[in-house]
């Protein structure tokens, strides 16, 4: 029940949104099953983090940044719907089993072969740590393509329960340029000032990366799939950002960027950003409570069942995740596909 009554919120706010010209639902769109979507997250239940939150516990604010970005963008709402259901009509596996359209995700029978996304680093400091050195930024680049072609030498210690899920996702990444820029702000919160001050380079086909001090703790945040082209990209701090140089452990290990991709390749927390019955939108995730923090002791139960603690979508320590699931593969290779809101990196 409380399912519906979340997907008719969220139907309804596509109606009642400040932007007066957002177009209906189509015919079309009424026959798949929509009834669990939504995007604006109650953030005190969804474990997203906020200014001067521990230090010590992994805070990614993509999801507050969607809410500001849905308060400010006329037609977003819509267009963000579009492309859910895009995803849902090309993905495999779709949702948690009895949620709408939960069968078993097998691997995604696309045949687009292995992408390669181009990325461009935007180094923003305003101090000699935060101009992070070009090693720091090839350790990165290496992280995110062991976690993304599963060759992670983590993944080994994939509980037995989840190994068999654990995905090569066939998508990888290629550094095209470094641009760096001194600017004495010493903060550049989460409001995409960085962004504006220092604009993507095509970003219709390439991955922009802004490293730099977002201030109050946060690691980092995306934009999903969708978003404004002027704002398209990630946002990272320069001490999670890679494996050596200016580092701080516990999130050392390069994988903020790797959860931070995730959403801009248009995965959910793992929890689903909610409590138990909200959705991650991929079946083979189990439901979860909440984010969990620090390095879990395996089996960690929640919605009976146990947790997925190690999938990059979670807010474990760096050291903790090595995985994303065979599902979550399926739901961000749809993006690529024909139509889809990444689809000119695939070409």
Not at 8 to 35: G, H, R, W, Y
Not at 64 to 90: C, F, H, I, S
Not at 238 to 266: A, C, M, Q, W
Request: glycine letters at 10%; aromatic letters at 10%.
């Amino acid at each position: 029940m409380k399912r519906v009554f979340l997907g008719m919120v969220a139907l309804a706010l596509v109606f009642t949104s400040c932007d007066k010209n957002e177009e209906a639902i189509s015919p079309e769109q009424e026959s798949v099953d929509m009834s669990d979507f939504s995007l604006y997250t109650d953030i005190a239940i969804a474990g997203e983090a906020k200014p001067s939150a521990d230090a010590n516990l992994k805070n990614c604010f993509s999801m507050a940044n969607l809410n500001r970005l849905l308060d400010e963008t006329p037609g977003l709402y819509k267009k963000m719907y579009d492309v859910e259901y895009q995803t849902r009509v090309k993905q495999v596996g779709k949702g948690k089993p009895g949620s709408g359209g939960g069968e078993e995700p097998t691997p995604p029978g696309d045949n687009l072969g292995v992408i390669t996304i181009p990325v461009y680093v935007h180094v923003v400091y305003s101090n000699s740590n935060e101009n992070i050195s070009d090693a720091q930024i090839a350790s990165q680049m290496a992280v995110l393509n062991q976690d993304f072609r599963k060759t992670n030498a983590d993944s080994n210690s994939i509980p037995s329960e989840f190994a068999g899920l654990a995905a090569d996702t066939e998508v990888q990444f290629t550094l095209v340029n470094t641009f760096r820029h001194a600017n004495s702000k010493t903060s550049w919160g989460t409001n995409d000032q960085v962004k504006t001050t220092y604009p993507p380079v095509t970003p219709q086909t390439h991955l922009n990366i802004w490293v730099c001090n977002i201030g109050g703790g946060i690691l980092g945040y995306a934009q999903f799939p969708g978003g404004p082209a002027a704002t398209d990209g990630i946002v990272v701090g320069p001490n999670y950002f890679g494996t050596t140089g200016y580092v701080s452990t516990p999130f050392d290990k390069g994988r903020t960027t790797t959860h931070e991709i995730g959403h801009y390749l248009n995965l959910r927390h793992i929890w689903g950003d909610g409590r138990c019955q909200q959705d991650d939108y991929v079946a083979d995730t189990p439901s979860s409570d909440g984010p969990n923090y620090g390095c879990p002791t395996y089996p960690t139960v929640n919605c009976r069942s146990t947790d997925m603690t190690m999938n990059y979508m979670d807010y474990t320590n760096d050291a903790c995740m090595s995985m994303f699931s065979n599902g979550q593969k399926a739901r961000l290779r749809t993006i690529f596909t024909a139509g889809g809101p990444r689809a000119a990196m695939a070409n």
